[in-house]
């Protein structure tokens, strides 16, 4: 078993429309978890951070954790096209400093 | 604020070559480092992590190495390049400890011939 596992994509949504991103786990332990931004050709880049469960909320982006069901998920609002890209998760690895990251969901907003 | 630096941005290299790429961290006192390689349509690779000068935990068994001559210096090198070695290279940043959000360089992509 992978130990953080993303659907591939891509997932397509319009403009406008909620754009929901999933990523489970397998360390039943970890405690920090991590979304990350990937436009093609570039390096990715940290858009929200979450150590507890519940939501958090920053601008049109939510994550959502769920430790008990190892589901960490990032809703995305009013998607726009420039928010195309490829959405990394990554987990804390418990009892070392790295991080262990999924291999990404592509997201295709259409105008 | 901190910045990280790479260099160079691209490099095309033949098979069998050195290489050195370098990362510099701006702006913040002992990070941890990590280097990471993303193959072409691949998810990202963790080669190396260091929580300090001249500490260097491998992830991966293969002909690179990597170095830590100085608190926020971070290079990663290989005696001969093979063509797998292509990818792109990304060097990341965290202040460590519970949070331990990583922030990465630009990156630096290798084209192995």
């Known amino acids: 078993q992978k130990e953080v596992e993303q659907n591939s994509g891509p997932l397509s949504v319009p403009e406008g429309a909620i754009a929901s991103l999933n990523c489970t786990y397998s360390?039943?332990?970890?405690?920090?978890f991590f979304w990350y931004r990937q436009y093609s050709g570039k390096s990715p880049e940290l858009i929200m951070s979450?150590?507890?469960?519940g939501d958090k909320e920053d601008g049109r982006f939510t994550a959502q954790l769920n430790k008990a069901s190892q589901y960490v998920s990032l809703l995305i609002r009013d998607s726009q096209p420039s928010d195309s890209a490829t959405y990394l998760c990554?987990?804390?690895?418990?009892?070392?400093?790295?991080?262990?990251f999924g291999t990404g969901t592509r997201l295709l907003v259409s105008p | 604020s901190q910045t990280i630096h790479q260099w160079p941005a691209t490099l095309v290299q033949p098979v069998g070559s050195p290489l050195s790429l370098e990362c510099t961290v701006e702006?913040?006192?002992?990070?941890?480092l990590y280097w990471y390689r993303q193959a072409a349509g691949r998810g990202l690779q963790l080669l190396f992590y260091?929580?300090?000068?001249?500490?260097i935990s491998s992830e991966v068994p293969q002909n690179l190495s990597a170095s830590r001559p100085q608190d926020r210096q971070f290079i990663l090198s290989s005696k001969k390049l093979l063509l797998s070695d292509s990818g792109f290279y990304l060097c990341?940043?965290?202040?460590?400890?519970?949070?331990?959000?990583?922030?990465f360089g630009p990156g630096t992509r290798l084209t192995v011939l």
């Open positions: 990341a940043w965290s202040s460590g400890g519970v949070y331990n959000e990583q922030f």
């Open positions: 360390d039943r332990v970890s405690q920090s």
């Open positions: 979450i150590y507890s469960n």
């Open positions: 990554a987990v804390l690895v418990t009892g070392f400093q790295k991080l262990v």
């Open positions: 702006g913040t006192s002992n990070p941890n």
């Open positions: 260091s929580v300090g000068i001249g500490q």
